[in-house]
């Protein structure tokens, strides 16, 4: 049976094309979410280009299927229609009738009144408003088109048992072929002895030769740092393979994500020369922002919000074998290592560099789209967060871009992604990652 689906504006913000995406039901916009979209369009950040484009969209239906007050076909079978209500729709509650919010949500109690029978939904991704509107009678829902749910995101790690001969004989050869071994590429694996549960071997499966092969990390470690466990032993197999293209490390604070990051693109820029450059960025919250706000040049404006980032190369530099906590100046001067926000990242192309964005989770889907789309021929890039900790309004732990990135692309050869859970910065910081 069809159904009515009303849309909020936070879902037509948030992907201009959900207009499309509900099969053959039929879209009801209220006039009202054309009013909020219209103050948003003269934005230069995301939510203002996709403001711009949804107007586009819609005018572009208009003009080719006839009038959206009377509704324009979609060619999935549903019908598109923009709600104008005679007069200004007032709740029968005690809530504030002026909010824009509760005109958008009375507009779906007339669509319902109207079409007595057919089932209708609210669509809005604000979760106090799908509370009013459950609340009141109203069935609501999240817009769940590409969301993934951080703690349903696959760990990319696998546990298989092989007897003790199997794992000594992966010791000496460096890898292994199992038989009716389901996983994606570049799923890490830990093999473990079925009758001695302590005797255990890392890899990695290779989606190409269709085999567990040994992981390449470097017995002394990388710039300084070695794993201190299992999940970062495995990260930085990912890390220094130049074969996988992206790379996504999801984490709690604590768990090495950007530092084990650093480390390897340091390696494989500076020392190894895989890379011309290695590139560092994190988004200036809410990115597309201006970041005039701040006195001084745009490098004493970066300043704030890329600290972290210095913070970890001091630490490499500092513990490593180069000649002091300041070495990376050098690199920043001579262009081998840039650190920026991803603001004015659109229309680059980045050809051979390792890049790495930092605090990924406060991305949208469609600027880590942007990003990645960035890359060049021999280009790779590091995607690290944690979907627990975001910033950004307009995003959740399930919408966010680091997420779908890593949900996405399971299966391609050049792409990995793994979970680490460990957190390794201190004893302190693990009890407050946990209990706080």
């Known amino acids: ?17 959900a207009i499309f995406r509900f099969e053959d039901n039929d879209v009801i916009i209220p006039i009202y979410c054309i009013e909020e979209v219209d103050q948003f369009k003269r934005e230069g950040s995301e939510r203002g280009r996709n403001a711009r484009q949804i107007a586009r969209l819609l005018d572009d239906l208009r003009e080719s299927g006839g009038s959206l007050s009377k509704g324009v076909k979609l060619e999935s079978g549903g019908t598109l229609l923009v709600a104008v209500p005679s007069k200004r729709p007032e709740l029968p509650s ?8 509760q005109a958008i949500l009375q507009t ?23 509370i009013r509107a459950d609340a009141l009678g109203m069935v609501a829902e999240t817009y769940e088109n590409q969301r993934v749910e951080a703690d349903e995101l696959d760990s990319g790690i696998k546990e298989v048992e092989l007897s003790s001969t199997l794992i000594d004989k992966f010791f000496e050869d460096g890898f292994i072929k199992i038989e009716e071994l389901s996983v994606h590429p570049n799923t890490c694996i830990l093999l473990r002895d079925d009758k001695n549960p302590s005797h255990t071997a890392l890899g990695r499966y290779d989606g190409v030769r269709k085999e567990v092969v040994a992981l390449r990390t470097p017995r002394e470690g990388v710039m300084g740092v070695r794993p201190r466990n299992k999940e970062q032993s495995f ?13 996504t490390l999801v984490g709690k604070a604590g768990t090495g994500k950007t530092l084990l990051a650093l480390a390897a693109g340091l390696k494989r820029t500076i020392d190894d020369g895989v890379y011309t450059r290695m590139l560092v960025s994190r988004p200036v919250m809410p990115l597309g922002r201006d970041i005039g706000f701040l006195p001084g040049d745009v490098d004493e404006k970066l300043n704030p919000w890329m600290q972290p980032i210095f ?16 070495a990376y100046a050098e690199l920043l001067e001579s262009g081998q290592l840039q650190v920026e926000p991803l603001t004015y990242i659109r229309g680059r192309s980045l050809p051979a560099q390792f890049m790495i964005v930092d605090e990924a989770q406060n991305l949208t889907p469609h600027e880590v789209k942007t990003i990645i789309t960035r890359s060049g021929d021999g280009t790779k890039i590091v995607l690290t967060g ?19 990135a890593a949900d996405k692309f399971r ?16 004893e302190l910081a693990e009890v407050a990652a946990n209990r706080l």
Do not use: C, W
């Open 108 to 130: 779906a109690f007339d669509i319902r009144e109207q079409d007595g029978g057919r089932p209708t939904v609210f669509v809005t991704m604000d979760t106090n408003l799908r």
């Open 311 to 326: 913070d970890n190369l001091e630490f490499l530099f500092s513990s490593g074998t180069r000649k002091g906590p300041r």
């Open 411 to 426: 299966g391609e050869n050049m792409a990995a992604h793994i979970v680490l859970s460990k957190g390794e910065r201190s």
């Open 386 to 404: 944690d979907p627990h900790q975001i910033d950004n309004p307009y995003v959740d732990s399930a919408s966010n871009g680091l997420t779908i």
């Open 1 to 17: 049976m069809k159904k009515n689906y009303v849309l909020d504006t936070n879902v037509l913000l948030h992907d201009p094309r």
């Open 94 to 101: 005690a809530i504030d009738k002026a909010a824009m919010d």
């Open 235 to 247: 990260a930085l197999d990912l890390l220094l393979d130049e074969n996988i293209r992206l790379v």
